[in-house]
């Protein structure tokens, strides 16, 4: 009590000071901190406020209570997103570039898996060949010519033609040979495929520059064809065949009884005898 009667008192003698300066600029307010103000009318009159803030102080708590929410409802779902996966096509190696045997995956739900589509085998191709003929019991002999392939469609048939030469035992017999043959290749669209033929055509005998005649001949045969590249082919086969005399004309008398000339000179159509040979011949081929 003390104090406080103390601070009303100075504060009192202190308003009356500023209320004589109050009352001549027409009225002031003047407001302390701690809830304490004072008001000063123009006319010398002096207004005091006073309200000092309150003590904290504790008291018992009378109830408890729990707070808190709760949620009562389904949570959103979650979706997961799958990345999609594509495939690619692995290839078995070929001799044409990219390959023919495409090895695709197994096919997803929702993907589609594109093969794709085998490239064109070459159509036309000609090159030379080279051999040798074997006939009755001469095995000496020499065998080169031009042979050209033509595909038939995009498998592996094909045609060919042949213009050959065959000479034995120092050109005492010399044939020359046009000839047709059906290719067929197993696997035409690998490196290496293996072939058989059939074949025939038509030849000129020449035996010691004096008797000539003209035969047909048929045969059949086996190969191996392998493809350095797409565009040059080397194969090589073996033909086994039979050749029969077309015209009547006999051989002469002086060449039937020479022993060389008897060996190679073919069978007269009188006789009907054929002649049986067999060949072989390395071919190199290109492609177009």
Request: charged letters at 20%; glycine letters at 14%; hydrophobic letters at 35%.
């Amino acid at each position: 009590m003390n104090r406080r009667f103390a601070l009303l008192v100075g504060t009192f003698g202190l308003l009356s000071m500023i209320g004589s300066e109050a009352a001549e600029a027409g009225g002031r307010r003047v407001w302390f901190g701690g809830g304490g103000g004072v008001r000063v009318h123009g006319r010398g009159s002096v207004g005091v406020h006073w309200s000092s803030p309150p003590r904290p102080t504790w008291r018992p708590r009378a109830s408890w209570s729990i707070g808190g929410s709760i949620y009562v409802g389904t949570r959103a779902p979650r979706y997961r997103y799958y990345r999609p996966y594509y495939y690619t096509e692995a290839y078995v190696p070929s001799y044409y570039g990219a390959s023919y045997y495409p090895v695709a995956p197994a096919a997803q739900p929702g993907y589609l898996v594109a093969v794709a589509p085998r490239p064109e085998l070459p159509k036309f191709g000609i090159g030379l060949f080279a051999g040798g003929s074997s006939v009755e019991d001469v095995n000496e002999s020499s065998d080169l010519g031009v042979v050209g392939r033509l595909r038939l469609g995009r498998g592996g048939l094909m045609l060919e033609g042949e213009l050959g030469k065959t000479s034995y035992e120092s050109d005492l017999r010399v044939d020359r040979r046009l000839g047709a043959s059906l290719v067929y290749e197993i696997g035409a669209h690998n490196r290496l495929a293996p072939y058989i033929l059939g074949g025939f055509g038509v030849q000129q005998a020449d035996v010691a520059g004096t008797y000539s005649t003209t035969q047909n001949f048929a045969e059949l045969g086996i190969g191996l064809r392998y493809a350095i590249t797409p565009k040059f082919h080397l194969a090589v086969d073996v033909r086994a065949g039979s050749r029969g005399t077309m015209e009547s004309d006999d051989p002469s008398r002086e060449l039937v009884m020479g022993t060389v000339a008897r060996t190679v000179a073919p069978p007269s159509s009188a006789s009907d005898e054929s002649e049986e040979y067999t060949r072989a011949r390395l071919s190199a081929l290109l492609y177009f």
